[in-house]
């Protein structure tokens, strides 16, 4: 029978191993004959298959798989199994506790002293000695919930050696020490490692930790610490330490109900220094580990500070690095603010050509917010999205993958099944959504897996396509970045700037008072965890659209939820002026009216269903191309002339002082402007093999033709005709 194995990346979590992920592979440091010892810097040469967990390593030859690499480890089939069999533990018993116990031999109870553990705690703990696997290692036998002893977490001899293992094998992370867990109910710390955690013991301070390592702590431990405890975290100063403690203190701030302290242990540790380092080598007091070197998670903000922020006071704060796009970025900032709203995220779909600036506007925003919420992902398969951000939930059979409160920003189109998949998440129809994956075996077979999608992201595509399918464009705000020539040339000023000195540029940046206190407010926003936004006038609302949308269409069903999204956010920006009832805030009318001056500026191209860049195309090269050929003639129907491909062109360099390719305009744009009804498309009179094009308002357009200037583009004020929306 197949077996069915947790993947690559969750086992090398599991073993605390550092890695880099590039091109669907993982690279690390040799883990089998120390061939990278030698290696300089950041090199690595071990290679291993994301999605088979195949490896390679180019230096020694090493080949193997998930289950070999377990067998390297000393790990049994149980410990890689997606769905370990579990077995009746016979060769563990409580004599062979006793026993090792009373075999601890003088030297080590030396060594065990040395690293600051008391005779107490290798008593009360019954530390011991044993040889196992043809080794001879220091025993810590480990309890289950109901208290009886079910395995032993082993350490080398140290005079031999520092290697890790379990007796029996294959054994299941086990929390240490439940005891105490269920005993205390003012102050714990969550630590690394075992004689860690028995070295608090000694010192005074109730501690618990993962047999397994740093990112082994599971959610449900968690769940058991219940509230109004400080929890303390104090993982081993190394990076897969620091990530460990990250995900335990977000996890306990999202849950609520305790104090929450990230220690950070001081650099003379060294790096990957822990708690052992810290109480021997250091000589450090329980007192400043506490409260010297630990500091509350999330850190409080003074609110005070803030002030009501207006949109055009933040579009000049998000001008520092952004020049011009007014609206794009205040309506890409809103997006990405709306992942702290429970469920009125927002999408946002940038469609323009390639090197337009697509990418840097929701990117650059996004360095504004706490980076743990910020996901940002180039081209990704279904099957790596859902391996990277998934965690496997054995209750469940299968993998979760929480997106609550994230943004996340794809930076190019990614694969039409992971949007087909991701369709109901940006619909907000349910908080959790249960998908059927298939993904490769080790055997190269196929099975199916469980996905668990969870909460509503705030998400954001950038794609050089112009073309997005209907079912996705309903779900999205369509932007495009501007390209202008004035904005080209104050973006060539900032990154000349930017690129001539970088850390001078840098540093002014993340110095500016405006960039720092708006850093601070979004902080601040996430801290309060706001649940329900309120909008206290809804008759406001309604009179408003109603006015500015005589004739009601299917889509206003749609418009109507986005500006409604836009207001919460607005809300949210200022919560603290806003009526506030715990986590609920409630909108004003200030908010209505920002929402609808926002929704103004990009509603046009909405209208069609099209991406601002095509829209604005049509209006400054087909338009204006149009009127330019047609202005001598009489207003009959028949002597109307059609626009080539060619005039398109030729115009389009004229406007925009660059070419479009051929291609680009009878592929995708002449297309999506005909399904949105702008333009017609007929033989030319003259050669039946030609089509040329006439806008759909050709009419309109000429009657207004006296009324204006021509001066090769539209009149931005007068041109708004009944059953047509204005062409800016």
């Given at each position: 029978m197949d077996l069915e194995t947790i993947t690559i990346k969750e086992y090398l979590d599991k073993k605390g191993v550092i890695y880099k992920e590039r091109n669907g592979e993982?690279?690390?440091?040799?883990?089998?004959?120390?061939?990278?010892?030698?290696?300089?810097?950041?090199?690595?040469?071990?290679?291993?298959?994301?999605?088979?967990?195949?490896?390679?390593?180019?230096?020694?030859?090493?080949?193997?798989?998930?289950?070999?690499?377990?067998k390297h480890f000393g790990d049994s089939i149980n410990e890689i199994a997606l769905n370990p069999k579990k077995k009746p533990n016979s060769q563990f018993t409580l004599d062979l506790v006793e026993k090792c116990h009373k075999s601890l031999p003088a030297h080590i109870q030396h060594y065990l002293n040395a690293r600051g553990l008391s005779e107490a705690a290798i008593r009360g703990y019954q530390l011991g000695w044993g040889k196992f696997y043809g080794k001879w290692w220091i025993t810590i036998p480990i309890k289950d919930t109901e208290g009886n002893f079910v395995f032993f977490k082993l350490r080398q001899d140290p005079n031999m050696g520092n290697e890790k293992k379990t007796y029996p094998k294959g054994i299941e992370t086990q929390l240490y020490d439940w005891e105490i867990l269920q005993n205390n109910d003012k102050l714990i710390v969550i630590c690394e490692g075992e004689l860690d955690r028995l070295l608090l013991i000694s010192k005074g301070i109730p501690a618990i930790t993962s047999t397994h390592g740093a990112m082994t702590f599971k959610k449900e431990w968690l769940d058991l610490l219940g509230k109004g405890k400080k929890i303390y975290i104090c993982f081993d100063n190394d990076e897969a330490g620091k990530k460990g403690a990250k995900r335990i203190a977000e996890t306990l701030n999202i849950s609520g109900g305790n104090e929450i302290y990230l220690i950070t242990l001081p650099e003379e540790v060294g790096s990957g220094g822990d708690i052992t380092d810290y109480f021997v080598k250091l000589k450090g007091a329980p007192v400043d580990l506490l409260g010297k070197y630990a500091k509350e998670y999330p850190e409080k903000i003074d609110t005070s500070q803030f002030e009501p922020l207006s949109a055009q006071e933040l579009i000049a704060i998000l001008g520092l690095t952004i020049k011009r796009d007014e609206e794009n970025k205040l309506i890409t900032f809103l997006c990405e603010l709306s992942a702290y709203t429970e469920d009125s995220q927002l999408n946002i779909s940038f469609n323009a050509p390639s090197s337009t600036g697509k990418s840097y506007i929701p990117t650059e925003i996004a360095q504004l917010f706490p980076q743990e919420d910020v996901v940002e992902v180039g081209y990704c398969s279904p099957t790596a999205f859902f391996h990277d951000f998934g965690v496997f939930e054995k209750e469940k059979g299968g993998y979760t993958v929480d997106l609550s409160r994230k943004i996340l920003i794809f930076l190019d189109q990614p694969h039409t099944l992971l949007l087909q998949h991701l369709r109901p998440l940006l619909s907000h129809d349910k908080k959790e959504i249960r998908i059927k994956i298939t993904d490769k075996s080790q055997k190269s077979g196929l099975r199916t897996k469980n996905i668990f999608l969870k909460g509503f992201p705030s998400v954001i595509f950038c794609t050089a396509g112009l073309t997005i399918d209907e079912q996705e464009s309903t779900r999205f705000l369509l932007l495009s970045p501007e390209t202008s020539r004035e904005k080209i040339r104050e973006a060539i000023y900032q990154k000349i700037k930017k690129e001539t000195d970088s850390e001078t540029y840098k540093r002014l940046l993340e110095d500016n008072p405006e960039r720092k206190s708006i850093k601070e407010r979004i902080r601040a926003i996430k801290q309060a965890k706001i649940k329900n936004i309120i909008i206290g006038s809804s008759e406001k609302i309604e009179e408003t659209f109603f006015t500015e949308n005589k004739i009601l269409k299917p889509r206003h069903q749609r418009d109507i939820g986005r500006i409604i999204s836009l207001i919460k956010a607005f809300a949210l920006l200022n919560l603290w002026f806003r009526e506030r009832n715990d986590s609920t805030i409630i909108a004003n009318e200030d908010d209505i009216k920002d929402a609808f001056r926002a929704w103004h500026i990009i509603s046009e191209s909405q209208e069609f269903n099209l991406p601002p860049y095509i829209y604005q195309l049509y209006q400054d090269v087909i338009v204006s191309a149009w009127k330019e050929i047609n202005q001598d003639k009489n207003r009959s129907i028949d002597e109307w002339n059609g626009l080539s491909r060619r005039t398109i062109t030729q115009k389009h360099l004229q406007v925009y002082g660059r070419n479009i390719a051929d291609w680009l305009l009878r592929q995708q744009i002449i297309p999506m402007l005909e399904n949105a009804g702008l333009i017609t498309q007929e033989s030319d009179p003259n050669d039946k093999r030609k089509m040329l094009i006439y806008p759909t308002i050709s009419l309109t357009i000429l009657n207004q033709q006296n009324n204006s200037e021509l001066d090769g583009g539209v009149d931005k004020v007068n041109n708004n005709v009944e059953g047509t929306p204005p062409i800016t």
């Open positions: 993982i690279i690390t440091h040799c883990l089998f004959s120390g061939c990278d010892s030698d290696s300089n810097g950041q090199e690595c040469h071990l290679y291993f298959s994301i999605e088979t967990g195949q490896y390679d390593c180019k230096k020694c030859g090493e080949k193997g798989n998930i289950i070999t690499l377990a």
